[in-house]
């Protein structure tokens, strides 16, 4: 981390500030609604203890409903040029290795005193997304708010109750309507998802592989499945995003855009495709690509995430862009989205702290938090930072991984191609799912491409996993 400009410990002031933190922020009669009456439920990971949002349905006339996310108000605590929001501001995201979470707020906020936690009250600025029958967008809304977390959810547990694989979480049963209100967010989230589909958005999935440990011995690497409760919070958290910068503009304010700019390796794309038997056109069309893998994956599922990996490496990655009002804005290929920026997840990304100082500052009618050169330094930042941040993921991960196949040099494996360039060709195994470097027999492969590997060597403490192709 410190060689990656990442600060991994708090700075002495921030703990000091941190020391006179005694509560959670509260609510003042003329500043905020009262919605702690509301069926809010959390939706996270099993180990989740950083709750960045709420949800809750509302049906309406003509089977239109109205969605609420609620996003915690971290600004209420976390005030600009403060110690603490200096530390956030120099890491810009919380980074999740395999060993240690270095968490971007201490965890006195964000896993208590900013976390929506349950059966406890927090101040939030709460996205009104109003949603007609088919799906699309009839109204939004912003507004400070209290709200109230009364059933803290799980995405496999609740997933598999939604598919019909598992019984309902019992959380849900201790909360009057919360059980229907739950399907409603559902039936409306897929409704979301097919128009944004149907309008080019990417349905990706790709296998994400989490270390398991038993105590502090590694064990095995877990592949974790995306699933319908994930889609549900995904979806909700997409409108959100749109609503929140199109508001922005609404206000004449600037906003920090996440954009994935059209993709400049297309062609390799268009080859993937012709490969398969189908045909993209030779200009950049997110709704083309979007039909090739919905055709590809209901022609091979088993293969698909490894067509998506290979896709999502040659999109390039997502960046941090400053809108100012009247002008055009880049979007986001992968989501077919014109509008979009990061604010609902404030507890772990420091881009959604500068949305949430914009919105608020929006609402209240005052003057920019920000000058627009302030803005533009900060979205330069926030790019590299998380660049930083996820190499510094990728190379614990690859420690975690070699540290399983240190014991395995020789064997021989299935692989596909993950990445090409003049820095190096990578790939990654099927099982177990593990990346590595393809030190020989590299010339003339591409991303997609697969191949027999042999795995030549092993690096715990540099994180390398080497490979050759195997004949």
């Known amino acids: 981390m410190l060689q990656r400009g990442l600060v991994p410990d708090f700075p002495s002031q921030a703990l000091a500030e941190l020391q006179q933190i005694h509560g959670p922020a509260t609510r003042t009669a003329e500043s905020a609604r009262d919605l702690r009456n509301l069926a809010w439920c959390s939706i996270d990971n099993d180990n989740s203890r950083d709750l960045d949002q709420l949800t809750v349905a509302e ?6 409903v109205k969605i609420l996310v609620a996003v915690a108000d971290v600004d209420a605590i976390v005030k ?3 110690a603490l929001d200096g530390h956030a501001q120099q890491n810009t995201t919380s980074v999740y290795t395999a060993a240690v979470i270095f968490p971007m707020l201490p965890e006195k906020l964000s896993t208590d005193l900013t976390s929506l936690n349950f059966d406890s009250d927090r101040l939030a600025v709460v996205i009104e997304i109003r949603v007609a029958a088919d799906g699309s967008l009839q109204g939004s809304d912003l507004y400070a708010a209290a709200v109230r977390n009364k059933a803290k959810l799980a995405y496999n ?16 049963a201790t909360v009057p309507g919360l059980e229907e209100n739950l399907r409603l967010q559902d039936r409306v989230a897929q409704k979301l998802k097919t128009l944004r589909h149907e309008r080019g958005a990417l349905d990706l999935e790709t296998i994400q592989a989490r ?21 549900l919070i995904a979806d909700f958290m997409i409108a959100a995003n749109g609503v929140t910068a199109r508001y922005l503009a609404s206000k004449n304010f600037p906003s920090l855009r996440r954009v ?10 268009v080859e993937l495709a012709a490969e398969r038997g189908s045909k993209l056109p030779q200009e950049p069309d ?4 979007a039909e090739f893998l919905a055709a ?3 022609a091979d599922s088993v293969s698909f995430p490894d067509l998506s990996l290979s896709v999502i490496k040659l999109l390039g990655p997502g960046e941090y862009v400053v809108q100012v009002p009247g002008n055009s804005s880049s979007g986001h290929f992968g989501l077919a989205v014109k509008d979009y920026t990061h604010s609902t997840a404030p507890n772990r990304r420091y881009p959604d702290i500068i949305t949430q100082r914009l919105l608020k500052a929006a609402l209240a009618g005052s003057s920019m938090p920000y000058l627009i050169d302030e803005l533009e330094a900060l979205a330069n930042h926030c790019t590299e930072q998380e660049d930083a941040a996820k190499k510094v993921e990728r190379q614990v991960a690859k420690s975690a991984a070699a540290m399983l196949l240190e014991s395995r040099i020789g064997e021989k494996f299935d692989a596909i191609v993950t990445g090409a360039s003049e820095k190096g060709t990578w790939v990654r195994i099927f099982q177990p799912p ?9 010339e003339g492969v591409d991303v997609g491409q697969r191949l027999r590997v042999q795995l030549i060597h092993t690096d715990v403490e540099r994180g390398f996993i080497d490979f050759k192709r195997a004949r």
Do not use: C, H, Y
């Not at 049906?59 to 239109?64: C, I, R, S, V």
């Not at 547990?157 to 849900?172: D, R, T």
């Not at 270390?211 to 889609?231: C, M, S, T, Y």
């Not at 593990?434 to 027999?441: M, Q, R, V």
């Open 260 to 269: 994935v700019r059209t993709p400049k390796r297309w062609d390799r794309i």
């Open 80 to 82: 600009r040029q403060s």
């Open 434 to 442: 593990i990346e590595g470097k393809l030190a020989a027999g590299s």
């Open 59 to 64: 049906a309406l006339p003509a089977g239109a």
């Open 157 to 172: 547990s609740v997933a598999a109750w939604l598919e019909g694989n598992g019984p309902m979480p019992p959380e849900i």
């Open 296 to 298: 590809a994956r209901a």
């Open 286 to 289: 997110s709704k083309a690509l």
């Open 211 to 231: 270390p398991v440990f038993v105590g502090d011995e590694l064990k095995d690497l877990e592949i974790d499945q995306q699933n319908r409760a994930k889609d």
